[in-house]
C-alpha cells in the first residue's frame, strides 16, 4: 500500500498531533503526518503553507488521493508579512531553527523537515523569504535592528491597507481559495475553526455576502452551528479544560482561564478530532482507539517537546 501524506496546517489552535501519541497508540497503517501549524499565524499562512507543501507533494509524484489535508482556520485578524529579503540573512542561517515535524503512524517525532522552518516560532522560512505577523511579535528579539525598525514602522501603517474590513475579506478569501486549490486537485480535505468567526460574517460586506455562497462548508466540521474548539472545550469540559495546560504565572487568583483564545489542553483536540474529524479520515488513518487514562497531566500537554 502506497504511503498517504496528512498535512495538517493551523495557528497554536493547530496542535492536533502534537500529543496524539499519549491517547492512541497508531497503528501499521502506512502513513505519516505532516504538521505545519504555527503559533500566531492566520488563514493567509493557512492557505500558503498547505499550497506550498501540497504542490511540492504532487512534483514528487506523490498521487492526489495519498494525500489528505486538515487545516484549522484562525482569526481574521492575523497578518503575515514578508520581512525584507535583503535583512534576513541571519535568520536564515540560524543555527537554532526548527524544522517542520514529521510524525510516524504511532505518532511518535520522526524527523523534522526543512520543508517550512521557524524560528522563535512566531516567524516562518519558506526557503529564502522569511514571514511574521507584527501585530503579536514584540519585535525586540530580533539581532537585526534594522527588522525592528522596518516591522514597526509597517505596524504603524498597517491601518491603511489593512483595514479591519479588508482582513475579514481577505480571510474568507483565503478559505474559499483552498478549497478551490484542493477540489481542483481531487484532494480530499476538512476544516474546523480556532472559534466561532462565522456567525454574521457574510453580514459585514457586500464581498463578503457574494462570496460566502462559493464557500464549500461540507468540508468543514463544527460543534454545534459554527463552533470551534473553544465551544467544545468549554461545552463539553469547562475550565479544567483550560487550567489543565496553562503556565502557572498566566492562571488568575480565583483560578478561571476559560476564556476564547486561552488555549485548552491538548487532550481536548484529541477529543475533538475522535468526534468530528477521524469519522470522515478513517480511511486514510486506519483503525484507531483511543484511552483518555490521566488525560489532564502537564505531560500529556506539548508531549513532542518532552
Known sequence: ??????????????????????????????????DLHCDSFGAEYQKRSIIYTVSKLLWDGISPKNIFVIIEWSQPNRLFTEIPQDLCTDIINHSDLEGTFVLDNKFNL????NLIKKYKHLNVIFNDRVYTNPDVDDLTYFENKDIEW??????KNCHISQKPIDRLEHYLQSI?????????RNIEHISFLMNDTFT?????????KTIWNQLDLSKFVFHNRFGGIDEFAMERFG???YLSGANEWD???DGNMMEFGNHPHDSVYIDFFEEYI????????GELSFNYTDRWSKLKHNSIRQ
Do not use: H, W
Not at 13 to 31: A, L
Not at 110 to 113: N, R
Not at 150 to 155: A, D, I
Open 1 to 34: 500500500m502506497d504511503k498517504t501524506y496528512i498535512i495538517n496546517t493551523g495557528c497554536s489552535y493547530g496542535v492536533m498531533f502534537r500529543s496524539m501519541k499519549e491517547f492512541t497508540k497508531g497503528n501499521d497503517t502506512n502513513f505519516e503526518v505532516i
Open 110 to 113: 520522526k524527523t523534522q523537515s
Open 150 to 155: 522596518y516591522l514597526s514602522e509597517y505596524k
Open 176 to 184: 474559499i481559495d483552498i478549497q478551490s486549490f484542493l477540489s481542483s
Open 200 to 208: 454574521d460574517l457574510k453580514y459585514e460586506s457586500d464581498y463578503l
Open 239 to 241: 475550565n479544567i479544560a
Open 251 to 253: 492562571i488568575p487568583e
Open 278 to 285: 477521524y469519522p470522515k479520515a478513517k480511511e486514510y488513518f
